[in-house]
Structure formats: structure tokens, C-alpha cells
């Protein structure tokens, strides 16, 4: 293991990284690696012969070697080009890089196979978090695997396919009539009530090192050339983060073939959108949005916790946030999915909506290359077996008692 120590990405101060560590002042801690010894320690050409999976680099990953790895066989994704999106998008040098084949249907598989191996790792038995839908189902197929219990938290509204993929594995699972910031509050209170470890989004530092992959994974895909442009659906934030701080670490390394980073494209709803509402504004931080409604469920997230971090991803790549018309994602899902014979979510929908108005604003040229990310199958986000949660008023006392009894 590579790994030098934890950082607050909010002002630098450093923690042991042999310890389970949180937050710092209620913001995210970065993984510091020893990038000078791992580049003495392995070269890009030596992956070609490991397998083609996220464990592939585990030089780059926070692991320690005698550590049990939690995995159901992340095995790298498919990137596929395509130009039947030309018409649609006016732009013709498209990539996809498609995340449904993952073990649970959506990107969350890479962070939640990085942050339950490292939970268990450190002998967790309890993890609690709130979720959109896809976080919480790969949060219980993963802790059911390191034999961990888990209490998951979701908006009433969320798709039934997650409720019921997240009852399946075996989670203690509630409706809550309020948004994934509500359940949010509840995830920490479990923490001091029921004696469980908080597995929200960037609570911990090992979830955005399993999300940087997706980065690690696409740079060898591109031969070592990053894309120009990267647009990625919004939310918690994460990937962006997690590949942002892919590239960086790959150019430090000396990997590249090329000095040039892509810009980064945050994309989000009208219906949901503060990190595009603060980096208009120029700030550094974005305040909480009232009201949040999109059919993206992913990212419907009213305040992230790292906020700041996409914030700064942006601006130093030199890229955008762009809120797209909400009306309009379930038409783009339907057009993207029939041009490109993907099951397209409506996160990645949004995506093709923003390349559409990014193209219109010339803001994207002829010549640059695009990447998409499908962050999650599109048949998830269907209603399906129908099943019956309890459910969790935030406005009466809550019971923690029946809580503690499912888990």
C-alpha cells in the first residue's frame, strides 16, 4: 500500500490512515499517496497483464495488501463510440462509457466495493446511509458480502426497482417523506443511536477512490490521450471528483501522453441545480436548493457535501455547469436509448441535453472529443415487483427502537 496519509480537503490537515477516519469539520478527507515510490513500483505497460478490473490498480487504491477484498468482479466497463447522437447533438466525436454492466447496474459498484472493503477492513458491523436509489442497492450487495448489516435510508418516490434490489439483498430498508438530505440527518443520527458507521456520500474517503476508476479505467481506454470534454451527471459528486483527481494523479505519475486535462462539465436539472447556481455566482460554496424535483433521482441532491470540491474540479479544468430543462430528460432518454441501443438513465440524458446546448453555445468545437458516462442501467428507474417498506415521518418521533430490530 502506497498510501501516505488522509488530507482535509478543506484545509489540509492530515490524519493517520491506519485509523477509521470520518470527516473533518463536517467536510471530506482526500487519500495522499506516495506517487514517486509507485511510479518506481510499476509502470503503466505492467497492467496490461493484470485483470481488467478496478482492482487492476491497486497501486493506486487505499487497500493495505492483507486487507480481504469485498468484490463481485468489477470488471472494467465498455467504451464505445458512437455517432448516432450526431443529429441530436450536432456533434459527431461521441463516446459512451457505459456503467450499467457493472455487478449491481450503476457506477456505485466501484465506490461501494472500495468503501466496504475498507469498512470491513477496519471491522465495521454497521453502516447506515441515505440513498437516491442506486448507492443504497450496491451498499447492500457489497456489506452483504463482507457480512456487514446495513440501514438504508430513501426518499418515498424513489424507483421501486431500487427499493426492491435493496430489500433483496437483505438491508434494513426505509421510506422517508422527504429528500436524500433528510435521510442524510437520519444516517447520522443512526450513527450515535444505533452504533453505526455513516456511509453517506464522501462521509469517508474510500468511496471517491473506488469512483476514480472510472478515470484510471478511461485513461488507458484513450491511450493515454484524455478526452476533451467530459460531461457527467451531478449529484453527491463523487465521480467528478474521484476522476478529477484520477487525472491529476496520472499526470503527476508521468502516464499521459498528452499535458492537456479535460474540461470537466458538471450537468445538472433545473429542477435541481446549486452547484450550477454557485458556479455562476463564482462561489466556492453552494446553498442548499429549495424544492429539489427531477425524474433523475441520482441527481437530486439539494446540497452536497462536497460542494466545494466540484466546484474547485471545475474551475481548474476550465470547465462548466450547466442546468438542463427538466421537462425535456425523459424525451432525451427515450431519443438516446433508441439512437444508441444503450439502457440510458435519466442522469445521462441530461447529459446528452447539455452536450445539445453546449454545442449550440460554441462552447464545444468540431474537433473535440466527448465523453458521456451511462451511470446506471435505465431499466432501474421502472417500476417493477412492487413491495411494501416501512415508512418514516420526519415531522413525528421516530422510533429507533423498531429501526434497531431490522437490523
Known amino acids: 500500500m502506497f498510501v501516505t496519509e488522509l488530507e482535509s480537503a478543506l484545509d489540509g490537515t492530515k490524519f493517520r490512515a491506519n485509523e477509521l477516519q470520518t470527516t473533518h469539520q463536517d467536510r471530506p478527507l482526500w487519500v495522499r499517496y506516495d506517487l514517486e515510490k509507485i511510479a518506481s513500483a510499476v509502470t503503466k505497460d505492467d497492467l496490461l497483464d493484470r485483470p481488467a478490473d478496478i482492482w487492476r490498480w491497486r497501486e493506486l487504491l ?50 461501494m466495493a472500495m468503501a466496504i472493503t475498507m469498512a470491513a477492513h477496519f471491522g465495521v458491523k454497521r453502516i447506515a446511509l441515505p440513498t437516491a436509489g442506486n448507492a443504497g442497492g450496491a451498499a447492500a450487495a457489497y456489506a452483504q458480502q463482507a457480512n ?75 491511450d493515454w490521450k484524455l478526452p476533451d470534454v467530459i460531461l457527467y ?52 460554496f453552494a446553498q442548499p436548493f429549495q424544492n429539489a424535483k427531477t425524474i433523475a433521482w441520482g441527481i437530486r441532491v439539494p ?36 439512437k444508441t441501443g444503450l439502457s440510458i438513465c435519466p442522469e445521462t440524458a441530461a447529459c446528452v441535453g447539455a452536450l445539445e446546448h453546449l454545442k449550440s453555445e460554441n462552447w464545444i468545437q468540431p474537433h473535440d472529443r466527448i465523453l458521456i458516462f451511462n451511470t446506471a442501467s435505465g431499466q432501474k428507474y421502472k417500476d417493477s415487483k412492487k413491495v411494501e417498506l416501512p415508512k418514516i415521518n420526519i415531522n413525528k418521533e421516530i422510533n429507533w427502537e423498531m429501526i434497531e430490530a431490522s437490523l
Not at 472494467?76 to 457505459?98: A, F, P, V, Y
Not at 427499493?163 to 439483498?169: A, K, M
Not at 422527504?178 to 444505533?194: R, T
Open 62 to 111: 487505499p487497500v493495505p495488501k492483507n486487507a480481504r477484498i469485498i468484490t463481485l468482479n468489477e470488471r472494467s466497463t465498455r467504451l464505445i463510440k458512437t455517432e448516432s447522437l450526431k443529429k441530436q447533438t450536432g456533434h459527431r466525436n461521441i463516446w459512451i462509457k457505459d456503467e450499467s454492466t457493472l455487478p449491481t447496474g450503476s457506477f456505485k459498484s466501484r465506490g
Open 148 to 222: 456487514i448489516r446495513c440501514l438504508v435510508f430513501m426518499p418515498e418516490d424513489t424507483p421501486t426497482a431500487n427499493q426492491y434490489e435493496i430489500q433483496l439483498y437483505g438491508a434494513s430498508a426505509f421510506l422517508v417523506n422527504g429528500l436524500i438530505n433528510d435521510c442524510g440527518k437520519l444516517a447520522d443520527v443512526a450513527k450515535e443511536k444505533l452504533n453505526c458507521f455513516d456511509l453517506s456520500t464522501l462521509k469517508e474517503p474510500y468511496r471517491i477512490e473506488g469512483k476514480k476508476t472510472m478515470g484510471l479505467e478511461l485513461a488507458q481506454q484513450f
Open 233 to 284: 451527471p451531478t449529484g453527491g459528486g463523487t465521480g467528478l471528483i474521484g476522476m478529477w483527481k484520477a487525472f491529476k494523479e496520472l499526470r503527476e505519475l508521468g502516464w499521459l501522453e498528452s499535458d492537456i486535462m479535460p474540461r470537466m462539465v458538471a450537468v445538472q436539472s433545473d429542477g435541481c441545480c446549486p452547484i450550477v447556481d454557485a458556479f455562476k455566482s463564482g462561489e466556492r
Open 303 to 338: 446540497a452536497a457535501i462536497g460542494d466545494f470540491m466540484i466546484l474547485d474540479a471545475l474551475k481548474e479544468s476550465n470547465g462548466t455547469a450547466i442546468a438542463v430543462d427538466e421537462q425535456m430528460i425523459d424525451d432525451w432518454t427515450k431519443i438516446s436509448a433508441e
